[in-house]
């Protein structure tokens, strides 16, 4: 067991858990986006950063990615961080609004706006996709390619998949196209978010009727919880 | 070759080595043959050489030995012959002929020698070159020595000699001991303590056998000191990489090499199979059972696989992204193995340092040396390349000491180091040492090395905005912040250089570049802050005048400069504008556009410094700048004043109101001028006899002649102004006076018309004068002052004006100008010095005056001393300092002090009377944006606030002044938005002929015969001919064009 003490609380957890893992059980909240219960961690998005140190030789870290180890202090929402996960929220805000898992982020730190020039993408590459596919769902038919703002996510060079089993499970966990509309005329959605949808793995044209492949379009299967 | 398969028969080799060499010391030509030296036409060199010695059949008496870079990339292809260690630089085609036979002759070529930029002394050896001279060249010394695509070369000079004692009797813990106590860190920029790293990996006692990575991939831009050390002596980092298999029990090794060194990788392949052949590396070295092995693995193109996991992904075959650490790569690396990554320099430092260890087991304590850093000195400075010098060597003493400065002759303003992660330090702090600490806690890191010299015309925004975009590019795209930061980071950054920068969004950019700082999983995002931060701390005045004024001054930001000529201009003169209409032999147009902008056309025809001739792109591009001057005086000397009407206002609330202008210089006048046409009623103030100021009192008639002035002053006065010689302020008037007598403005324009003494006993002897008294003695009252040998000492236009002035009057048998620098830094106008000594005038630099020397109390003599340049000081200018024992003595009888000006006693102490502050150099305090004064309603403008200072400037001053009066008469804020200067008029350019255009050689602006001129004081300079001016004006390259015609092809699309 390894001992650690997480915003002055001391907690012992198992050898192998995260930092994520350990302020969860202790119920501290963390927001996460690329982080999902049975894909192994990423450390795409940086929502889940915390504080880890003592004193001014400081550093932020994703609490996703960093193991627990024995004797660290780590804080979860000081200055530093939260001013962090505005910035970080204010920057998805900037590129992905219509999502809305990303507005329910900002809604719960109270940000209503963002400073930069807008775009919409409807991709943030956590690569929730790209693990649900290799990990769990054995496929691998999708994954990153090319670097920095050309990065992105689709099968070797664009060639549709034969791998792919049409599972619908990287739609599924798309944080981008999560609890989009619950009524079965999109048209009428509330937040539209149905329109995002652009699965990498099918060579479909965009917003073509709803760009479903399977009918109706499963969204509307996805109950709020 | 044989396989050696033991200890002793490497130690065999070495002998049969040592004496086959013998004891002949050969002469021997080297050549650097490293990337750059290829690239400068080394390989050339190589080949001329080897074709002489065999044709002559010198190949017994002289050897050739081809290797890597040795630093001095300014100087290439360079020659070092050996033993004698005579240094050729810049060698061509026929030099290098001349030289193979000259070393066979045993003689030096003094002429192919490296001449001193300064004295022009010739230097032989390569160690007394000062760029050579001041570095501690423990690395780089040896890429002269070894050939590096031969290992018995290699081995002669000792190369893995280190490794085999160690074989023989070493022990791991001693070699950490010795890093330790040389306290080698990482030369990859993070700088961790490399014993450490061994000790940990050594400490691994796991069953999986460990990795010894060397991090070739060197992507900082203009960094290539790692390139330098694999093609010229990959053997040592291969002995390096051995020792640390020895120390740390590694087995395998990987060179991580990036693909754009083709060179590097060869040599690196070649050394490769050398070893592995002799038998050093492989399974079994030398019978001892020891086994390592190197593999060479290509990077693809990627600065982020510089980073140690990114790096450690590619190897594995994946996609170079950083990993979370811990676990550290000691822990867990390539293929989930202990690894240690190293910098290849790092690695080339073990064998010196481990060698040296083994050699000083006295105990002697390598404690305060930390070894030595190889450098890439690179950008605005005049001798680029690789510098080796001892950690803690200050900034300074590297970029004046080795690099001589810089190159443009511009004053240096910065230097960036540490690549795209690092940041840039003022010159205002170069006397920090180098080291990691020093350079950290100033905002910048070292880095792998990288040091870019930056002088004024390097534009700070740029920069950010430079490396932002590398790194944006260069960026993985994992971390969400590292990637879209750099990418809005980078968009903020453009915003500004394009003029649509906010105040807010510098704020935002200091926000966002923290948070990618703090929150990025490796080294790039963490460091990719870096540029920008660094840059906001010491040139944040940079980015506000981006953002406030609109205005880039080191004129590279292309949206914020429109034409460079038009930017220049203080008065924003549309110079392009002009001159194209002078093309289409647009007489008129072209008049209109330049007294728009100027009141005193003819007058700055003349006498103005033209910053847009500085400027103008057909100079700064490689060619000769426009003759703009020269093309102004062609249209003002073809139309009269009074043909252009001014835009009129009346005022438009109540009664006009009284503005008093005190001087009527090119400032007064403007101003008065201005604020006549926003309709006020002015009354100008002056104390002299006629208005003009230094126009008509300093600047002497062969230049301005008197009527041009007359007639252009006279043209600008009108009903509104009002105005009154012979008054002084102070005597005549005061400011309160003026102020409870019904002005509801003043505005003081005096300017500076006291000479600044020499401060040497003697000065108000008879036959000593201070310039503007001696010049306004003959231009206002007609007395020629001057008499017998003249001597005038100063360096500024006034001392030029002076000197032609006396030269011309009629007593005089000779003039001589004395100056305490060199020509090139004299601050009057070039074409100024060059007219004094058409005329006979004799030019003394480097001579600075002791003692004035009177008999029977007159003037008789002057005592001086010569000097020499000395060290460069803060701002980068070398000063003058006495040469002990040079002191002679002069001959005179006149003398004529010209160092400066100032705004004078006399002119402020009533202005202070006045309750105006003053500042100690007695110049009037005024803010900058407002030109108030320190008193409500009283403002100032022109040399009275600068010093002395150009027409142009005090003719921009008083524009200024007279909006911000006016402003201020109508209660409203002293304020004005900054607007573009872009050029917005279409003016379709004409067709430009066969042999005219930028390419063609600027017009000789025609001046009077040397003979005719001694004698008179009519002009000197004369107009250009019409034919003489169109062509001039078809050389001008239209860079409004840019601007203009894309507005003109949408109106025209519109149908306007």
């Given at each position: 067991?390894?001992?650690?003490?997480?915003?002055?609380?001391?907690?012992?957890?198992?050898?192998?858990?995260?930092?994520?893992?350990?302020a969860?059980?202790?119920?501290?909240?963390?927001?996460?986006?690329?982080?999902?219960?049975?894909?192994?961690?990423?450390?795409a998005?940086?929502?889940?950063?915390?504080?880890?140190g003592?004193?001014?030789?400081?550093?932020?870290?994703?609490?996703?990615t960093?193991p627990?180890?024995?004797?660290?202090?780590?804080?979860?929402?000081?200055v530093?961080?939260?001013?962090?996960?505005?910035?970080?929220?204010?920057?998805?805000?900037?590129?992905c609004?219509?999502?809305?898992?990303?507005?329910d982020?900002?809604?719960?730190?109270?940000?209503?706006?963002?400073?930069?020039?807008?775009?919409?993408?409807?991709?943030?590459?956590?690569?929730?996709?790209?693990?649900?596919?290799?990990e769990?769902?054995?496929?691998?038919?999708?994954?990153?390619?090319?670097?920095?703002?050309?990065?992105?996510?689709g099968?070797?060079?664009?060639?549709?998949?034969?791998?792919?089993?049409?599972?619908?499970?990287?739609?599924?966990?798309?944080?981008a196209?999560?609890?989009?509309?619950?009524?079965?005329?999109?048209?009428?959605?509330?937040?539209?978010?149905?329109?995002n949808?652009?699965?990498?793995?099918v060579?479909?044209?965009?917003?073509?009727?709803?760009?479903c492949?399977?009918?109706?379009?499963?969204?509307?299967?996805i109950?709020?919880? | 070759?044989?396989?050696?398969?033991?200890?002793?028969?490497?130690?065999?080799?070495?002998?049969?080595?040592?004496?086959?060499?013998?004891?002949?010391?050969?002469?021997?030509?080297?050549?650097?043959?490293?990337?750059?030296?290829?690239?400068?036409?080394?390989?050339?060199?190589?080949r001329?050489?080897?074709?002489?010695?065999?044709?002559?059949?010198l190949g017994?008496?002289?050897?050739?030995r081809?290797?890597?870079?040795?630093?001095?990339?300014?100087?290439?292809?360079?020659?070092?012959?050996?033993?004698?260690?005579?240094?050729y630089?810049?060698?061509?085609?026929?030099?290098?002929?001349?030289?193979?036979?000259?070393?066979?002759?045993?003689r030096?070529?003094?002429?192919?020698?490296?001449?001193?930029?300064?004295?022009?002394r010739?230097?032989?050896r390569?160690?007394?070159?000062?760029?050579?001279?001041?570095q501690?060249?423990?690395?780089?010394?040896r890429n002269?020595?070894?050939?590096?695509?031969?290992?018995?070369?290699?081995?002669?000079?000792?190369?893995?000699?280190?490794f085999?004692?160690?074989?023989?009797?070493?022990?791991?813990?001693d070699?950490?001991d010795?890093?330790?106590?040389?306290?080698?860190?990482?030369?990859?920029g993070?700088?961790?303590?490399t014993?450490?790293?061994?000790?940990?990996?050594?400490?691994?006692?796991?069953?999986?056998?460990?990795?010894l990575?060397?991090?070739?991939d060197?992507?900082?831009?203009?960094?290539y000191?790692?390139?330098?050390?694999?093609e010229?002596?990959?053997?040592?980092?291969?002995?390096?990489?051995?020792?640390?298999?020895?120390?740390t029990?590694?087995v395998?090794?990987?060179?991580?090499?990036?693909?754009?060194?083709?060179?590097?990788i060869?040599?690196?392949?070649?050394?490769?199979?050398?070893?592995?052949e002799?038998?050093?590396?492989?399974?079994?070295?030398?019978g001892t059972?020891?086994?390592?092995?190197?593999?060479?693995?290509?990077?693809?193109?990627?600065?982020?696989?510089?980073?140690?996991?990114?790096?450690?992904?590619?190897?594995?075959?994946?996609?170079?992204?950083?990993?979370?650490?811990?676990?550290?790569p000691?822990?867990?690396?390539?293929?989930?193995?202990?690894?240690?990554?190293?910098?290849?320099?790092?690695?080339?430092?073990?064998?010196?340092?481990?060698?040296?260890?083994?050699?000083?087991?006295?105990?002697?304590?390598?404690?305060?040396?930390?070894?030595?850093?190889?450098?890439?000195?690179?950008?605005?400075?005049?001798n680029?390349?690789?510098?080796?010098?001892?950690?803690?060597?200050?900034?300074?003493?590297?970029?004046?000491?080795?690099?001589?400065?810089?190159?443009?002759?511009?004053r240096?303003k910065?230097?960036?180091?540490?690549?795209?992660?690092?940041?840039?330090i003022?010159a205002?702090?170069?006397?920090?040492?180098?080291?990691?600490?020093?350079?950290?806690?100033?905002?910048?890191?070292?880095?792998?090395?990288?040091m870019i010299?930056?002088?004024?015309?390097?534009?700070?925004v740029?920069?950010?905005?430079?490396?932002?975009?590398?790194?944006?590019?260069?960026?993985?795209?994992?971390?969400?912040?590292c990637?879209?930061?750099?990418?809005?980071?980078?968009?903020?950054?453009?915003?500004i250089?394009?003029?649509?920068?906010?105040?807010?969004?510098?704020?935002?950019?200091?926000?966002?570049?923290?948070?990618?700082?703090?929150?990025?999983?490796?080294?790039?995002?963490?460091?990719?802050a870096?540029?920008?931060?660094?840059?906001?701390?010491?040139?944040?005045?940079?980015?506000r005048?981006?953002?406030?004024?609109?205005?880039?001054?080191?004129?590279?930001?292309n949206h914020?400069v429109?034409?460079?000529?038009q930017?220049?201009?203080?008065?924003?003169?549309?110079?392009?504008?002009y001159v194209?209409?002078?093309?289409?032999?647009?007489?008129?147009?072209?008049?209109?556009?330049?007294?728009?902008?100027?009141?005193?056309?003819?007058?700055?025809?003349?006498?103005?410094?033209?910053?847009?001739?500085?400027?103008?792109?057909?100079?700064?591009?490689?060619?000769?700048?426009?003759?703009?001057?020269?093309?102004?005086?062609?249209?003002?000397?073809?139309?009269?004043?009074?043909?252009?009407?001014?835009?009129r206002?009346?005022?438009?609330?109540?009664?006009?109101?009284r503005?008093?202008?005190?001087?009527?210089?090119?400032?007064?006048?403007?101003?008065?001028?201005?604020?006549?046409?926003?309709?006020?009623?002015v009354?100008?103030?002056?104390?002299?006899a006629?208005?003009?100021?230094?126009?008509?009192?300093?600047?002497?008639s062969y230049?301005?002649?008197?009527?041009?002035?007359?007639?252009?002053?006279?043209?600008?006065?009108?009903?509104?102004i009002?105005l009154?010689?012979?008054a002084a302020?102070?005597r005549?008037?005061?400011?309160?006076?003026?102020?409870?007598?019904?002005?509801?403005?003043?505005?003081?324009?005096?300017?500076?018309?006291?000479?600044?003494?020499?401060?040497?006993p003697?000065?108000d002897?008879?036959?000593v004068?201070?310039?503007?008294?001696?010049?306004?003695?003959?231009?206002i009252?007609?007395?020629?002052?001057?008499?017998?040998r003249?001597?005038?000492?100063g360096?500024?236009?006034s001392a030029?004006?002076?000197a032609?002035?006396?030269?011309?009057q009629?007593d005089?048998?000779?003039?001589?100008?004395l100056?305490?620098?060199?020509?090139?830094?004299?601050p009057?106008?070039?074409?100024?010095?060059?007219?004094?000594?058409?005329?006979?005038?004799?030019?003394?630099?480097l001579v600075?005056?002791?003692?004035i020397g009177?008999?029977n109390?007159?003037?008789?003599?002057?005592?001086?001393?010569?000097n020499?340049?000395?060290?460069a000081?803060?701002?980068?200018?070398?000063?003058?300092?006495?040469?002990?024992?040079?002191?002679?003595?002069?001959?005179?009888?006149?003398?004529?002090?010209?160092?400066?000006?100032?705004?004078?006693v006399?002119?402020?102490?009533?202005?202070?009377?006045?309750r105006?502050?003053?500042?100690?150099?007695?110049?009037v305090?005024?803010?900058?944006?407002?030109?108030?004064t320190?008193?409500?309603?009283?403002f100032?403008?022109?040399?009275?606030?600068t010093?002395?200072?150009?027409?142009?400037?005090?003719?921009a001053?008083?524009?200024r002044?007279?909006?911000?009066?006016?402003?201020?008469?109508?209660?409203?804020?002293?304020?004005?938005?900054?607007?573009?200067?872009?050029?917005?008029?279409?003016?379709?350019?004409?067709?430009?002929l066969e042999?005219e255009?930028?390419?063609?050689?600027?017009?000789?602006?025609?001046?009077a015969s040397?003979?005719?001129?001694?004698?008179?004081?009519?002009?000197?300079?004369?107009?250009l001919?019409?034919?003489?001016?169109?062509?001039?004006?078809?050389?001008?390259?239209?860079?409004?064009?840019?601007?203009?015609q894309?507005?003109q092809?949408?109106?025209?699309?519109?149908?306007?």
């Amino acid at each position: 067991m390894i001992t650690l003490t997480i915003n002055g609380v001391e907690v012992a957890v198992e050898r192998g858990s995260t930092i994520l893992e350990a302020a969860q059980f202790l119920g501290f909240p963390i927001p996460t986006l690329c982080h999902m219960e049975g894909l192994t961690p990423y450390g795409a998005c940086r929502l889940c950063v915390v504080e880890i140190g003592n004193g001014s030789r400081t550093q932020l870290a994703s609490s996703c990615t960093y193991p627990a180890v024995e004797g660290i202090t780590v804080r979860t929402a000081s200055v530093r961080v939260v001013r962090t996960r505005r910035m970080i929220v204010e920057l998805l805000l900037a590129s992905c609004p219509q999502s809305k898992t990303i507005q329910d982020l900002a809604s719960a730190l109270d940000i209503r706006q963002q400073r930069f020039r807008q775009e919409h993408e409807d991709c943030i590459l956590c690569g929730r996709c790209v693990r649900m596919c290799a990990e769990q769902m054995a496929a691998g038919a999708i994954g990153f390619r090319g670097r920095g703002s050309y990065r992105g996510i689709g099968t070797p060079f664009d060639v549709t998949s034969e791998k792919c089993r049409l599972c619908g499970g990287c739609m599924y966990v798309c944080p981008a196209c999560q609890l989009r509309c619950t009524y079965t005329e999109p048209d009428a959605a509330i937040c539209g978010g149905c329109a995002n949808l652009a699965p990498p793995c099918v060579n479909k044209p965009r917003f073509d009727d709803m760009m479903c492949y399977l009918k109706p379009c499963v969204a509307c299967e996805i109950k709020p919880d | 070759m044989e396989r050696l398969q033991s200890i002793d028969e490497f130690h065999g080799l070495c002998e049969r080595l040592r004496v086959d060499r013998g004891a002949d010391e050969l002469p021997t030509i080297v050549i650097p043959a490293g990337t750059c030296g290829q690239a400068s036409g080394a390989n050339d060199l190589i080949r001329i050489t080897k074709r002489t010695l065999l044709e002559r059949g010198l190949g017994d008496r002289v050897r050739l030995r081809i290797t890597g870079c040795h630093g001095y990339c300014q100087a290439e292809p360079s020659v070092l012959v050996e033993p004698q260690r005579t240094f050729y630089p810049r060698v061509g085609l026929d030099g290098m002929a001349r030289i193979v036979e000259a070393v066979a002759e045993g003689r030096v070529l003094e002429d192919l020698l490296f001449a001193d930029p300064a004295s022009g002394r010739r230097v032989e050896r390569q160690d007394e070159v000062p760029f050579f001279a001041n570095q501690r060249r423990r690395l780089l010394a040896r890429n002269e020595g070894v050939d590096p695509i031969r290992i018995f070369n290699a081995i002669e000079r000792g190369g893995y000699a280190t490794f085999i004692r160690l074989l023989e009797s070493g022990r791991p813990e001693d070699v950490i001991d010795t890093l330790r106590r040389a306290g080698l860190r990482g030369r990859g920029g993070a700088g961790f303590p490399t014993w450490r790293k061994w000790q940990m990996l050594a400490d691994q006692d796991g069953e999986q056998e460990k990795f010894l990575v060397c991090n070739a991939d060197e992507g900082d831009p203009g960094a290539y000191m790692d390139r330098s050390l694999l093609e010229g002596n990959p053997h040592s980092i291969l002995e390096g990489m051995l020792i640390g298999a020895f120390t740390t029990r590694s087995v395998e090794g990987v060179v991580y090499v990036r693909t754009e060194y083709p060179l590097a990788i060869k040599h690196l392949t070649i050394a490769l199979r050398q070893a592995r052949e002799l038998g050093l590396l492989g399974k079994d070295i030398l019978g001892t059972g020891f086994a390592f092995d190197v593999s060479l693995v290509r990077g693809a193109g990627a600065f982020v696989c510089g980073e140690e996991t990114a790096l450690m992904a590619s190897v594995e075959g994946h996609m170079g992204e950083p990993r979370q650490r811990p676990p550290f790569p000691v822990q867990r690396g390539i293929e989930g193995r202990p690894t240690v990554i190293n910098n290849v320099e790092t690695w080339a430092n073990v064998p010196v340092i481990v060698g040296e260890g083994l050699e000083s087991r006295t105990g002697e304590s390598t404690d305060g040396d930390r070894g030595t850093k190889i450098f890439s000195l690179v950008g605005k400075v005049a001798n680029t390349g690789l510098v080796e010098v001892p950690m803690g060597t200050a900034i300074a003493d590297i970029v004046y000491g080795i690099g001589g400065g810089s190159s443009s002759g511009k004053r240096i303003k910065a230097v960036q180091t540490g690549g795209p992660s690092g940041g840039c330090i003022p010159a205002a702090r170069f006397d920090l040492p180098i080291d990691y600490d020093s350079l950290a806690a100033a905002g910048s890191i070292m880095g792998s090395g990288g040091m870019i010299v930056m002088d004024v015309d390097t534009c700070m925004v740029d920069v950010a905005k430079y490396f932002m975009n590398f790194l944006r590019e260069e960026s993985c795209g994992k971390c969400f912040t590292c990637r879209k930061g750099t990418q809005r980071m980078h968009e903020i950054l453009e915003e500004i250089s394009e003029g649509r920068g906010t105040l807010d969004q510098l704020n935002l950019l200091e926000e966002l570049a923290e948070v990618v700082r703090d929150t990025s999983m490796c080294g790039l995002g963490q460091s990719a802050a870096n540029p920008v931060l660094s840059t906001l701390r010491y040139f944040r005045d940079e980015y506000r005048r981006h953002v406030v004024d609109r205005r880039c001054d080191a004129f590279v930001c292309n949206h914020l400069v429109g034409a460079p000529c038009q930017a220049a201009c203080p008065l924003g003169t549309e110079a392009w504008r002009y001159v194209a209409h002078i093309a289409r032999g647009e007489v008129e147009e072209a008049y209109r556009v330049i007294r728009e902008a100027n009141p005193f056309p003819s007058v700055c025809a003349r006498a103005c410094d033209h910053p847009c001739e500085e400027r103008c792109r057909a100079g700064t591009s490689g060619g000769t700048a426009v003759a703009i001057r020269a093309l102004k005086r062609f249209i003002t000397d073809r139309a009269a004043p009074s043909s252009y009407r001014p835009q009129r206002r009346s005022w438009p609330a109540g009664e006009p109101p009284r503005v008093a202008v005190i001087g009527a210089g090119p400032a007064g006048l403007t101003a008065a001028h201005y604020l006549s046409l926003a309709g006020c009623r002015v009354t100008v103030i002056e104390a002299d006899a006629a208005p003009g100021g230094m126009l008509f009192c300093a600047i002497p008639s062969y230049r301005l002649p008197r009527e041009v002035v007359r007639s252009e002053i006279d043209a600008l006065l009108d009903e509104n102004i009002e105005l009154r010689c012979g008054a002084a302020l102070g005597r005549d008037v005061t400011i309160d006076g003026l102020l409870e007598g019904g002005y509801g403005a003043v505005l003081l324009a005096m300017g500076a018309h006291k000479s600044r003494p020499l401060a040497l006993p003697g000065e108000d002897a008879p036959g000593v004068f201070a310039s503007i008294d001696f010049l306004k003695a003959f231009n206002i009252r007609g007395e020629q002052l001057a008499k017998g040998r003249v001597a005038v000492i100063g360096g500024g236009n006034s001392a030029i004006d002076a000197a032609r002035t006396a030269i011309r009057q009629r007593d005089v048998e000779s003039v001589t100008i004395l100056y305490r620098r060199t020509r090139t830094e004299m601050p009057a106008f070039a074409e100024e010095i060059e007219a004094a000594i058409e005329e006979g005038i004799v030019l003394e630099t480097l001579v600075a005056p002791t003692k004035i020397g009177t008999t029977n109390g007159v003037f008789s003599h002057l005592e001086c001393m010569r000097n020499t340049l000395g060290e460069a000081d803060a701002s980068g200018r070398r000063r003058p300092v006495p040469t002990a024992g040079s002191e002679f003595r002069l001959e005179l009888d006149t003398l004529i002090v010209a160092i400066s000006e100032d705004s004078g006693v006399d002119a402020i102490t009533p202005a202070r009377g006045g309750r105006i502050e003053v500042t100690d150099r007695n110049t009037v305090m005024v803010d900058s944006a407002t030109m108030l004064t320190s008193r409500y309603g009283v403002f100032a403008a022109g040399d009275v606030v600068t010093g002395p200072n150009t027409i142009v400037d005090a003719i921009a001053a008083g524009k200024r002044s007279a909006a911000m009066i006016e402003l201020f008469l109508l209660d409203r804020p002293l304020e004005m938005r900054a607007s573009g200067c872009l050029p917005s008029v279409y003016v379709e350019p004409p067709p430009v002929l066969e042999g005219e255009g930028a390419d063609s050689a600027r017009v000789e602006t025609p001046r009077a015969s040397v003979a005719w001129r001694r004698r008179n004081f009519a002009e000197v300079e004369v107009t250009l001919s019409p034919d003489e001016a169109r062509r001039e004006a078809g050389r001008c390259m239209r860079c409004d064009l840019e601007f203009t015609q894309p507005l003109q092809a949408e109106l025209a699309k519109v149908g306007g």
